[in-house]
């Protein structure tokens, strides 16, 4: 996907990654909650040059009826490329990775919203990615928490996203495209603070038993830092606490 430059330096004698960061180093995340005047909740992300806008409408009735559960509600997550938001057109038909990280997306928010509190209903989450520059399934996962929250959805707690991976043999915080796609590993990881609780966790490469555990020490580190942004995002759109 995308031109790669086979000569690309991943990682310089400086520990020096090919965007100038240093390897624990997150790219620039900004959060904001709200935005969407016609969504119950929203929130907008911009992580590195991912550009993610997310709308969550409900508890509301589900139709078909027959898809409802009288026992508990329903999340139904749509994660949606737009065809601009890649260099190479994307076709606007879903895809089959599309369809892959709506389901994962929707099982890492599942363990953190209530939704034994509003049986028979669902809650629709919407991922509309504007631009997309690697690592957007925990861009989109940190940002539809943001959403569900600012919808007063009831939740355990939010979760937060970020990959670690492996790049010139040595583990990395926040994988970006060239690394996703010229390195050795990326291993997106969403994380609830509050529970430590792992709820997305998957691994595109090859690790040690050893890098394994250090990306995914790594990983919760960076969950922590995107999880402080989430808060503050809240913070600021419902107690106008903008500094920063
Ligand atoms: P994630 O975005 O969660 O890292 P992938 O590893 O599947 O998911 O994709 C990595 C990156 O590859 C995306 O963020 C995007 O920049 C790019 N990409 C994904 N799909 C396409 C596509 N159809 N055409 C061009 N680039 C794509």
Do not use: W
């Amino acid at each position: 996907m995308g031109g790669r430059d086979a000569t690309m330096v991943l990682l310089d004698e400086n520990g020096i990654r090919c965007d100038g960061r240093k390897i624990d180093e997150p790219r620039r995340i900004m959060i904001k909650a709200g935005g969407l005047k016609n969504a119950d909740g929203s929130a907008y992300i911009e992580f590195g040059d991912n550009k993610i806008l997310v709308g969550v409408f409900g508890p509301r009735d589900v139709h078909p009826k027959h898809m409802s559960n009288t026992d508990t509600g329903i999340l139904r997550v749509r994660y949606h490329m737009e065809p601009f938001s890649v260099g190479e057109r994307k076709n606007p038909a879903p895809s089959r990775r599309e369809i892959e990280i709506s389901k994962v997306i929707k099982e890492a928010l599942e363990p953190a919203v209530m939704l034994e509190k509003f049986p028979r209903t669902a809650v629709d989450v919407f991922i509309e990615i504007l631009q997309a520059d690697g690592g957007t399934r925990c861009a989109a996962l940190t940002a539809a928490s943001v959403a569900l929250a600012d919808a007063g959805i009831p939740m355990r707690d939010m979760v937060a996203a970020i990959a670690a991976g492996k790049v010139a043999d040595t583990v990395i915080l926040d994988v970006n495209n060239e690394e996703d796609q010229a390195g050795q590993a990326d291993m997106p990881i969403g994380y609830m603070p509050s529970a430590e609780k792992i709820t997305l966790l998957q691994l595109d490469g090859v690790l040690t038993p050893e890098e394994y555990k250090k990306c995914v020490e790594v990983g919760v580190e960076g969950c922590k830092l995107v999880y402080d942004l989430q808060k503050k995002a809240l913070n600021d759109k419902y107690f106008g606490n903008k500094g920063d």
